[in-house]
């Protein structure tokens, strides 16, 4: 099963505002990582914060995490149409030995 | 440096019939991974192998074979391949050698699968 849900599962914004997805998960993790993908390509890593961490900052993104609800968001500020992807969080499975993804969020950023 | 190269990119096969997706590596990565993608259900994981001769089975294995034939490679073989395996067949590698210490994913463009 997945141990990472996102939601909203579609999200449409105009160019400039900011976009936030939500992450939820179901046990304890070391780690929270987001990727990006565009359409037809593979993932890429974005950004991974750890679980002693509330916090992190990567340019235009923000992730927060709230290991006391099982819960991560990211945050895309002045979103771009270069930002139209789908957006995954990943945590590591039961063993600690892989990451497990949720089903993802396809944000749609119109200029 | 190419970072992580999966054969083929696209392939068309009947039912019954039998093939090997490929992946390569050139970071010198510990582990490596396959996951399959379906629309609607996101990512999941078929097989991983955390060191070379190591492989063990994730979420949805059933129906799937890998080799990690060394560092560098990790195929994943359909030996009766059946209509529920199309979908797109993503190749990972990560620096990770042990267990909690999974780090940053690479991966590859992945591999557009039909079965008819």
């Known amino acids: 099963s997945q141990q990472g849900e996102e939601d909203p599962q579609a999200l449409s914004i105009q160019e400039g505002e900011n976009a936030t997805m939500n992450c939820s998960y179901k046990t304890s993790i070391n780690n929270l990582q987001w990727y990006r993908q565009n359409s037809g390509r593979g993932l890429v890593h974005l950004i991974l914060?750890?679980?002693?961490?509330r916090e992190k900052h990567s340019g235009r993104l923000r992730v927060t995490l709230d290991t006391s609800k099982k819960s991560s968001s990211l945050l895309i500020t002045a979103s771009r149409a270069a930002d139209t992807a789908s957006y995954f969080c990943?945590?590591?499975?039961?063993?600690?030995?892989?990451?497990?993804f949720g089903k993802g969020t396809t944000l749609s950023v119109s200029s | 440096n190419a970072g992580v190269t999966q054969t083929p990119k696209f392939q068309v096969l009947k039912t019954g019939q039998s093939m090997t997706l490929q992946c390569a590596q050139d970071?010198?990565?510990?582990?490596m991974y396959w996951y399959r993608q379906d629309p609607g259900m996101g990512l999941r994981l078929i097989y991983y192998s955390a060191s070379e001769g190591t492989t063990d089975k994730g979420e949805v294995p059933n129906g799937y074979n890998v080799s990690r034939l060394n560092k560098r490679e990790f195929s994943l073989r359909l030996e009766s391949a059946a209509p529920s395996q199309t979908s797109v067949y993503f190749c990972?590698?990560?620096?990770?050698?042990?267990?909690?210490?999974?780090?940053?994913?690479?991966f590859g463009e992945g591999s557009r699968l039909t079965v008819l």
């Open positions: 990943a945590t590591a499975n039961q063993a600690g030995t892989a990451l497990i």
């Open positions: 990972a590698s990560s620096e990770a050698s042990g267990a909690w210490d999974t780090g940053e994913l690479f």
């Open positions: 914060i750890r679980s002693n961490e």
């Open positions: 970071m010198n990565h510990n582990s």
